[in-house]
Protein backbone atom coordinates (compact mmCIF):
# COMPACT_ATOMS: atom_id res chain seq x y z
CA UNK A 1 0.00 0.00 0.00
CA UNK A 2 1.14 3.36 -0.96
CA UNK A 3 1.04 6.29 1.16
CA UNK A 4 0.10 9.24 -0.40
CA UNK A 5 1.85 12.79 0.69
CA UNK A 6 3.11 16.30 -1.37
CA UNK A 7 5.90 17.79 0.06
CA UNK A 8 9.36 19.21 -1.74
CA UNK A 9 12.59 16.42 -2.48
CA UNK A 10 14.35 19.04 -0.15
CA UNK A 11 12.09 17.60 2.86
CA UNK A 12 13.82 13.85 2.24
CA UNK A 13 15.79 12.71 4.94
CA UNK A 14 19.00 11.18 3.88
CA UNK A 15 20.55 9.44 2.49
CA UNK A 16 17.22 7.89 0.62
CA UNK A 17 16.17 6.39 -2.80
CA UNK A 18 14.13 8.82 -4.90
CA UNK A 19 12.03 7.28 -7.80
CA UNK A 20 11.77 9.53 -10.78
CA UNK A 21 7.69 8.30 -11.80
CA UNK A 22 8.18 9.57 -15.52
CA UNK A 23 10.96 7.27 -15.87
CA UNK A 24 9.47 4.87 -14.34
CA UNK A 25 6.53 4.36 -16.70
CA UNK A 26 8.15 5.04 -19.56
CA UNK A 27 10.56 2.15 -19.06
CA UNK A 28 7.44 -0.53 -17.77
CA UNK A 29 5.64 1.33 -20.85
CA UNK A 30 8.44 0.47 -23.70
CA UNK A 31 9.12 -2.98 -22.01
CA UNK A 32 5.32 -3.65 -22.34
CA UNK A 33 4.96 -2.36 -25.92
CA UNK A 34 7.84 -4.61 -27.03
CA UNK A 35 6.21 -7.66 -25.99
CA UNK A 36 2.64 -6.53 -27.41
CA UNK A 37 2.94 -8.16 -30.37
CA UNK A 38 4.01 -11.54 -28.98
CA UNK A 39 3.62 -14.72 -28.91
CA UNK A 40 6.52 -14.23 -26.48
CA UNK A 41 5.54 -12.60 -22.93
CA UNK A 42 7.20 -10.81 -20.32
CA UNK A 43 7.19 -11.79 -16.87
CA UNK A 44 8.74 -9.15 -14.89
CA UNK A 45 11.40 -10.30 -12.23
CA UNK A 46 9.85 -8.88 -8.72
CA UNK A 47 13.47 -9.36 -6.64
CA UNK A 48 14.53 -6.46 -8.70
CA UNK A 49 12.64 -3.80 -6.87
CA UNK A 50 10.58 -6.01 -4.21
CA UNK A 51 8.05 -3.26 -4.28
CA UNK A 52 4.04 -3.87 -4.84
CA UNK A 53 3.22 -0.68 -6.28
CA UNK A 54 5.84 -0.85 -8.99
CA UNK A 55 4.80 -4.68 -9.58
CA UNK A 56 0.80 -3.09 -9.66
CA UNK A 57 2.22 -1.12 -12.97
CA UNK A 58 4.00 -3.71 -14.55
CA UNK A 59 0.80 -6.18 -14.48
CA UNK A 60 -1.12 -3.46 -15.71
CA UNK A 61 0.64 -2.35 -18.80
CA UNK A 62 0.13 -5.49 -19.94
CA UNK A 63 2.04 -8.09 -21.84
CA UNK A 64 2.82 -10.40 -18.77
CA UNK A 65 2.61 -13.99 -17.78
CA UNK A 66 2.46 -13.29 -13.74
CA UNK A 67 5.61 -12.20 -11.88
CA UNK A 68 9.02 -13.77 -11.47
CA UNK A 69 10.32 -13.83 -8.07
CA UNK A 70 13.50 -15.37 -6.38
CA UNK A 71 12.61 -16.21 -2.82
CA UNK A 72 9.65 -17.66 -1.16
CA UNK A 73 9.36 -13.77 0.74
CA UNK A 74 9.05 -12.59 -2.40
CA UNK A 75 6.56 -14.86 -3.33
CA UNK A 76 4.28 -14.78 -0.61
CA UNK A 77 3.96 -10.63 -0.97
CA UNK A 78 3.80 -11.45 -4.98
CA UNK A 79 0.83 -13.51 -4.12
CA UNK A 80 -1.05 -10.90 -2.82
CA UNK A 81 -1.71 -8.79 -5.85
CA UNK A 82 -0.62 -11.63 -8.65
CA UNK A 83 -2.02 -14.81 -9.35
CA UNK A 84 0.34 -16.46 -11.09
CA UNK A 85 4.41 -16.47 -9.63
CA UNK A 86 7.52 -18.67 -11.03
CA UNK A 87 9.82 -18.66 -8.41
CA UNK A 88 13.25 -18.78 -10.84
CA UNK A 89 15.01 -20.54 -8.00
CA UNK A 90 16.14 -23.37 -6.36
CA UNK A 91 13.88 -24.17 -3.33
CA UNK A 92 14.78 -27.22 -1.27
CA UNK A 93 14.78 -26.26 2.19
CA UNK A 94 11.74 -28.12 4.08
CA UNK A 95 10.16 -24.72 5.49
CA UNK A 96 10.70 -23.14 2.38
CA UNK A 97 8.84 -26.05 0.71
CA UNK A 98 5.65 -25.93 2.93
CA UNK A 99 5.53 -22.37 2.19
CA UNK A 100 5.62 -22.96 -1.75
CA UNK A 101 3.29 -25.52 -1.31
CA UNK A 102 1.03 -23.37 0.92
CA UNK A 103 1.10 -20.59 -1.87
CA UNK A 104 0.34 -23.00 -3.96
CA UNK A 105 -2.98 -23.53 -2.85
CA UNK A 106 -4.00 -20.01 -3.27
CA UNK A 107 -2.21 -18.85 -6.54
CA UNK A 108 -0.36 -20.58 -9.46
CA UNK A 109 2.92 -21.26 -8.14
CA UNK A 110 5.88 -22.71 -10.41
CA UNK A 111 8.96 -23.34 -8.86
CA UNK A 112 13.11 -24.06 -11.01
CA UNK A 113 14.43 -27.67 -10.25
CA UNK A 114 17.95 -28.56 -11.15
CA UNK A 115 17.52 -31.82 -8.61
CA UNK A 116 15.60 -35.08 -7.55
CA UNK A 117 16.82 -34.00 -4.11
CA UNK A 118 15.13 -30.65 -4.42
CA UNK A 119 11.82 -32.59 -6.59
CA UNK A 120 11.53 -34.47 -3.72
CA UNK A 121 11.29 -32.02 -1.38
CA UNK A 122 9.14 -29.68 -3.54
CA UNK A 123 7.17 -33.09 -3.90
CA UNK A 124 6.82 -33.98 -0.16
CA UNK A 125 5.72 -30.65 0.62
CA UNK A 126 2.89 -30.44 -1.78
CA UNK A 127 1.73 -34.01 -0.98
CA UNK A 128 1.60 -32.93 2.95
CA UNK A 129 -0.59 -29.45 2.22
CA UNK A 130 -2.71 -31.49 -0.20
CA UNK A 131 -1.16 -28.96 -3.21
CA UNK A 132 -0.39 -28.52 -6.83
CA UNK A 133 2.83 -27.10 -7.48
CA UNK A 134 3.84 -26.59 -10.63
CA UNK A 135 7.84 -27.16 -11.65
CA UNK A 136 10.59 -25.99 -14.71
CA UNK A 137 13.41 -28.02 -15.23
CA UNK A 138 16.21 -25.46 -14.83
CA UNK A 139 19.03 -25.86 -17.38
CA UNK A 140 22.77 -24.24 -17.61
CA UNK A 141 22.87 -22.57 -20.40
CA UNK A 142 26.86 -21.44 -19.80
CA UNK A 143 26.50 -19.17 -16.69
CA UNK A 144 27.52 -21.81 -14.68
CA UNK A 145 25.16 -21.39 -11.84
CA UNK A 146 22.47 -23.55 -11.38
CA UNK A 147 20.91 -25.80 -13.38
CA UNK A 148 21.11 -29.34 -14.92
CA UNK A 149 23.07 -29.51 -18.57
CA UNK A 150 20.76 -29.04 -21.51
CA UNK A 151 19.67 -32.60 -23.27
CA UNK A 152 19.49 -36.10 -21.67
CA UNK A 153 19.71 -34.72 -17.76
CA UNK A 154 17.25 -32.59 -18.24
CA UNK A 155 14.64 -35.38 -19.68
CA UNK A 156 15.54 -37.51 -17.22
CA UNK A 157 14.50 -35.12 -14.48
CA UNK A 158 11.56 -33.90 -16.42
CA UNK A 159 10.07 -37.74 -16.25
CA UNK A 160 10.83 -37.80 -12.72
CA UNK A 161 8.75 -34.64 -12.61
CA UNK A 162 5.68 -36.09 -14.33
CA UNK A 163 6.32 -39.38 -11.86
CA UNK A 164 6.31 -37.24 -8.51
CA UNK A 165 2.94 -36.73 -6.72
CA UNK A 166 1.90 -33.51 -5.83
CA UNK A 167 3.87 -31.99 -8.74
CA UNK A 168 3.20 -30.74 -12.53
CA UNK A 169 5.58 -30.33 -14.84
CA UNK A 170 5.25 -27.12 -16.82
CA UNK A 171 8.20 -26.44 -18.48
CA UNK A 172 11.94 -25.21 -19.15
CA UNK A 173 14.20 -22.14 -17.71
CA UNK A 174 17.53 -21.52 -18.45
CA UNK A 175 18.39 -17.96 -17.31
CA UNK A 176 21.43 -16.47 -19.19
CA UNK A 177 22.88 -14.21 -16.62
CA UNK A 178 26.42 -14.12 -17.87
CA UNK A 179 25.32 -12.59 -21.14
CA UNK A 180 23.43 -9.86 -19.62
CA UNK A 181 25.87 -7.32 -19.78
CA UNK A 182 28.51 -7.79 -22.82
CA UNK A 183 28.90 -4.62 -24.14
CA UNK A 184 28.72 -5.32 -28.18
CA UNK A 185 25.00 -5.85 -29.17
CA UNK A 186 26.30 -8.14 -31.68
CA UNK A 187 28.45 -10.25 -29.54
CA UNK A 188 25.63 -10.59 -26.99
CA UNK A 189 23.21 -11.62 -29.85
CA UNK A 190 25.25 -14.15 -31.08
CA UNK A 191 26.19 -15.49 -28.38
CA UNK A 192 22.92 -15.37 -26.46
CA UNK A 193 21.13 -17.15 -29.95
CA UNK A 194 23.74 -19.54 -29.28
CA UNK A 195 23.00 -20.28 -25.51
CA UNK A 196 19.12 -20.63 -26.24
CA UNK A 197 19.04 -23.43 -28.58
CA UNK A 198 20.08 -25.51 -25.76
CA UNK A 199 16.76 -24.55 -24.03
CA UNK A 200 14.66 -24.74 -27.41
CA UNK A 201 16.36 -28.30 -28.28
CA UNK A 202 15.44 -29.31 -24.47
CA UNK A 203 11.95 -28.11 -25.26
CA UNK A 204 11.38 -30.01 -28.19
CA UNK A 205 12.66 -33.31 -26.55
CA UNK A 206 10.65 -33.26 -23.72
CA UNK A 207 7.96 -32.89 -25.81
CA UNK A 208 8.67 -35.65 -28.07
CA UNK A 209 9.14 -37.70 -25.45
CA UNK A 210 5.33 -36.84 -24.62
CA UNK A 211 5.58 -35.05 -21.64
CA UNK A 212 4.87 -31.12 -21.02
CA UNK A 213 6.39 -28.01 -21.98
CA UNK A 214 4.32 -25.10 -22.26
CA UNK A 215 6.62 -22.46 -20.54
CA UNK A 216 10.45 -22.08 -22.15
CA UNK A 217 12.03 -19.37 -19.97
CA UNK A 218 15.04 -17.03 -19.85
CA UNK A 219 15.88 -13.52 -19.92
CA UNK A 220 16.89 -10.21 -18.64
CA UNK A 221 17.19 -6.87 -19.48
CA UNK A 222 20.21 -7.40 -21.67
CA UNK A 223 18.73 -10.07 -23.81
CA UNK A 224 14.85 -9.43 -23.75
CA UNK A 225 14.73 -8.35 -27.38
CA UNK A 226 17.33 -11.12 -28.78
CA UNK A 227 15.47 -13.76 -26.31
CA UNK A 228 12.47 -12.65 -26.42
CA UNK A 229 11.93 -13.22 -29.93
CA UNK A 230 13.40 -16.46 -30.36
CA UNK A 231 10.64 -19.10 -31.88
CA UNK A 232 10.05 -21.67 -29.11
CA UNK A 233 10.76 -18.79 -25.78
CA UNK A 234 7.59 -18.47 -24.46
CA UNK A 235 8.10 -15.66 -21.35
CA UNK A 236 11.24 -13.38 -20.27
CA UNK A 237 12.04 -12.39 -16.66
CA UNK A 238 13.73 -9.15 -16.95
CA UNK A 239 14.07 -7.20 -13.59
CA UNK A 240 16.17 -3.69 -14.05
CA UNK A 241 14.73 -2.38 -16.96
CA UNK A 242 11.86 -0.57 -15.03
CA UNK A 243 14.51 1.18 -12.53
CA UNK A 244 17.87 1.27 -14.36
CA UNK A 245 21.36 1.09 -13.17
CA UNK A 246 24.33 2.79 -14.62
CA UNK A 247 25.68 -1.27 -15.48
CA UNK A 248 22.70 -1.82 -17.80
CA UNK A 249 22.96 2.00 -19.22
CA UNK A 250 26.72 1.03 -20.48
CA UNK A 251 25.12 -2.19 -22.19
CA UNK A 252 22.85 0.78 -24.09
CA UNK A 253 18.91 -1.03 -23.33
CA UNK A 254 16.43 1.34 -24.30
CA UNK A 255 15.75 2.76 -20.90
CA UNK A 256 16.23 5.70 -18.58
CA UNK A 257 17.69 6.35 -15.21
CA UNK A 258 14.57 5.85 -13.03
CA UNK A 259 16.02 5.96 -9.37
CA UNK A 260 18.66 7.01 -7.56
CA UNK A 261 19.85 7.72 -3.70
CA UNK A 262 19.70 10.94 -2.77
CA UNK A 263 22.50 11.94 -0.49
CA UNK A 264 23.47 15.42 1.67
CA UNK A 265 27.03 17.12 1.52
CA UNK A 266 28.34 16.99 4.72
CA UNK A 267 31.95 18.59 3.75
CA UNK A 268 34.07 20.27 0.93
CA UNK A 269 36.90 19.76 2.59
CA UNK A 270 38.98 20.98 -1.01
CA UNK A 271 37.91 23.27 -4.04
CA UNK A 272 37.61 19.67 -6.01
CA UNK A 273 36.15 17.84 -3.38
CA UNK A 274 33.09 17.35 -1.38
CA UNK A 275 31.89 14.29 0.88
CA UNK A 276 28.18 13.16 1.09
CA UNK A 277 26.35 11.40 3.46
CA UNK A 278 25.89 8.15 1.30
CA UNK A 279 28.07 5.59 1.19
CA UNK A 280 27.82 1.91 0.40
CA UNK A 281 25.51 1.50 3.42
CA UNK A 282 22.75 2.88 0.93
CA UNK A 283 23.78 1.38 -2.19
CA UNK A 284 25.98 -1.32 -3.30
CA UNK A 285 29.32 -0.86 -5.41
CA UNK A 286 29.61 -4.75 -6.85
CA UNK A 287 29.15 -3.44 -10.37
CA UNK A 288 31.53 -0.53 -9.94
CA UNK A 289 30.73 2.74 -8.03
CA UNK A 290 28.04 4.90 -8.53
CA UNK A 291 27.79 7.26 -11.39
CA UNK A 292 26.80 11.45 -10.72
CA UNK A 293 23.39 12.89 -11.86
CA UNK A 294 23.04 16.63 -13.03
CA UNK A 295 26.61 17.84 -11.66
CA UNK A 296 29.12 18.31 -15.46
CA UNK A 297 32.49 16.52 -14.60
CA UNK A 298 31.59 15.19 -10.96
CA UNK A 299 32.51 11.59 -10.22
CA UNK A 300 32.27 9.58 -6.90
CA UNK A 301 35.85 8.00 -6.05
CA UNK A 302 34.88 6.04 -3.27
CA UNK A 303 32.18 4.76 -0.81
CA UNK A 304 32.77 3.81 2.83
CA UNK A 305 30.18 2.76 5.15
CA UNK A 306 28.45 6.05 5.20
CA UNK A 307 30.68 8.28 3.16
CA UNK A 308 30.58 8.99 -0.95
CA UNK A 309 33.47 11.20 -1.65
CA UNK A 310 33.04 13.22 -5.13
CA UNK A 311 35.91 14.43 -7.34
CA UNK A 312 34.52 18.27 -8.68
CA UNK A 313 35.89 20.22 -10.88
CA UNK A 314 37.04 23.23 -8.99
CA UNK A 315 34.73 25.70 -10.44
CA UNK A 316 32.03 23.56 -8.74
CA UNK A 317 29.84 25.83 -6.11
CA UNK A 318 28.22 23.34 -4.44
CA UNK A 319 27.80 23.93 -0.07
CA UNK A 320 27.10 21.58 2.70
CA UNK A 321 24.15 21.08 3.24
CA UNK A 322 23.50 20.77 -0.66
CA UNK A 323 21.65 17.47 -2.03
CA UNK A 324 23.26 15.31 -4.46
CA UNK A 325 22.18 12.44 -6.49
CA UNK A 326 24.13 9.36 -7.00
CA UNK A 327 23.02 6.63 -9.97
CA UNK A 328 23.66 3.30 -8.62
CA UNK A 329 25.66 0.90 -10.59
CA UNK A 330 23.54 -2.57 -9.44
CA UNK A 331 19.50 -2.33 -8.96
CA UNK A 332 18.84 -5.20 -6.45
CA UNK A 333 21.57 -5.04 -4.29
CA UNK A 334 20.54 -1.22 -3.25
CA UNK A 335 16.71 -1.27 -3.37
CA UNK A 336 17.63 -4.33 -0.57
CA UNK A 337 19.28 -1.72 1.71
CA UNK A 338 16.10 0.46 1.64
CA UNK A 339 12.31 0.89 3.52
CA UNK A 340 11.03 2.65 0.71
CA UNK A 341 11.05 4.87 -2.65
CA UNK A 342 10.58 8.29 -2.64
CA UNK A 343 8.59 8.94 -5.89
CA UNK A 344 8.45 12.38 -7.36
CA UNK A 345 7.49 14.06 -10.05
CA UNK A 346 10.03 16.66 -10.71
CA UNK A 347 10.69 18.46 -7.28
CA UNK A 348 7.85 17.01 -5.32
CA UNK A 349 7.18 13.57 -3.65
CA UNK A 350 4.08 12.49 -4.68
CA UNK A 351 4.33 9.45 -2.77
CA UNK A 352 5.73 6.84 -0.75
CA UNK A 353 6.36 3.34 -1.59
CA UNK A 354 7.18 0.26 0.87
CA UNK A 355 9.89 -1.85 -0.70
CA UNK A 356 7.83 -4.34 1.10
CA UNK A 357 9.84 -7.68 0.43
CA UNK A 358 13.08 -6.33 1.10
CA UNK A 359 15.34 -8.68 3.18
CA UNK A 360 14.35 -11.94 4.72
CA UNK A 361 10.86 -11.51 5.78
CA UNK A 362 10.86 -14.90 7.62
CA UNK A 363 13.29 -13.30 10.27
CA UNK A 364 11.74 -9.66 9.93
CA UNK A 365 9.90 -10.05 13.42
CA UNK A 366 11.46 -13.04 15.26
CA UNK A 367 12.32 -12.93 18.79
CA UNK A 368 13.47 -16.16 19.30
CA UNK A 369 13.83 -20.01 17.65
CA UNK A 370 10.70 -21.46 19.10
CA UNK A 371 8.27 -18.88 16.89
CA UNK A 372 7.60 -20.82 13.31
CA UNK A 373 9.52 -19.07 10.34
C1 LIG B 1 17.20 -16.21 -12.80
C2 LIG B 1 17.15 -14.77 -13.21
N1 LIG B 1 16.26 -14.38 -14.16
C3 LIG B 1 16.14 -13.11 -14.55
C4 LIG B 1 16.94 -12.12 -13.98
C5 LIG B 1 16.62 -10.70 -14.37
O1 LIG B 1 17.61 -10.00 -14.89
P1 LIG B 1 17.69 -8.43 -14.99
O2 LIG B 1 17.47 -7.82 -13.67
O3 LIG B 1 19.08 -8.32 -15.41
O4 LIG B 1 16.68 -8.02 -15.98
C6 LIG B 1 17.90 -12.47 -13.02
C7 LIG B 1 18.80 -11.43 -12.45
O5 LIG B 1 19.76 -11.62 -11.80
C8 LIG B 1 18.02 -13.82 -12.62
O6 LIG B 1 18.88 -14.22 -11.68
Not at 69 to 76: D, R
Not at 166 to 184: A, C, K, S, T
Not at 304 to 323: C, F, Y
Given at each position: ????????????????????RGALDRNIARMAAFFASGPCRLRP?????????IAKRQLAAGSCS?????????????????????????????????????????????????????????????????????????????????????????????????????????????????????????????????????????????????????????GGTGTYDISGR???I?EIQAGSYALM???Y????VPFE?A???????????????????????????????????????????????????????????????????????????????????????????????????????????????????
Amino acid sequence: MSRSVSASVHQIPTPALVLDRGALDRNIARMAAFFASGPCRLRPHFKAHKTPEIAKRQLAAGSCSGLTCATVGEAEVAATFCDDILLANEIVAPDKCARVAALAKRVRVTAAIDSLAGLEALSRAARDAGARVGVLIDLNVGQGRCGVEPGEAALTLAQQATQSAGIELRGVMGYEGHLQPVRDRSERESRTRQAMQGLVNTAKQIRDAGLPCEIVSAGGTGTYDISGRIDGITEIQAGSYALMDTDYGAVGVPFEPAFWVLGTVVSRPARNRCVADCGHKSMTKDHSLPGVRGIEGAAVTSLNDEHATIALPPESTIKIGDRVELLPSHVDPTINLHDVLYVVDGQTVVDVWPIAARGYLEHRTRTSMEEPA
